[in-house]
């Protein structure tokens, strides 16, 4: 396995660690994900794309299932009582795949806490909201809020212009979309 594989799998362990009470859905761990590449360019190789749940790519997916295989992350089938999720935590080897790569997370220690202090302990719809925001802004050339906010309409029209500006201003203050006023 080369070395881009075990960086994978250990941030994804990382991540869950990390992240309150030690788990994660699959949506949150997509978003924190893309996060992580996209806002602090941790090098991992993932090609995020818009996908109904905001930005996807399915070796995240792929990824977990190899984690869980190798125990690294357990993931759980929850049920709730509008359908079902997905509950991942920490397994039994995940101290091993995060030894295999600790130059690696030591390297990204400082963005793994961002995102896990910032964004962790959000709910999975307001990170859908959150990460196509950060998407739009690098992905769409935009220039200004009220682009964003009007992109961010058109994708995901569930969220109020309002919800939507709220949230895009709030990233920008903290550096994370780079639009204009």
Request: charged share 25%; proline share 5%.
């Amino acid at each position: 396995m080369n070395d881009t594989m075990w960086h994978r799998l250990a941030l994804l362990t990382a991540l869950v660690q990390q992240a309150p009470q030690q788990r994660l859905g699959r949506t949150a761990l997509m978003k924190l994900l893309f996060l992580l590449t996209t806002v602090r360019d941790v090098p991992v190789g993932y090609r995020f794309r818009m996908y109904t749940y905001g930005p996807f790519d399915s070796e995240v997916l792929s990824d977990v299932d190899y984690a869980a295989r190798l125990d690294a992350v357990s993931v759980e089938m929850e049920r709730y009582p509008n359908g079902y999720g997905y509950v991942i935590q920490p397994g039994s080897a995940a101290q091993d795949i995060m030894d295999r790569a600790q130059p690696f997370l030591e390297a990204h220690q400082p963005d793994i806490d961002w995102v896990t202090e910032t964004f962790a302990p959000l709910a999975a719809g307001d990170l859908e909201l959150l990460s196509t925001i950060v998407y739009v802004d690098r992905e769409h050339r935009v220039s200004t809020l009220d682009e964003i906010v009007s992109t961010v309409q058109e994708i995901k029209p569930r969220f109020t212009s309002a919800t939507i500006r709220q949230e895009a201003k709030r990233l920008q203050e903290t550096g994370v979309v780079a639009c204009s006023a």
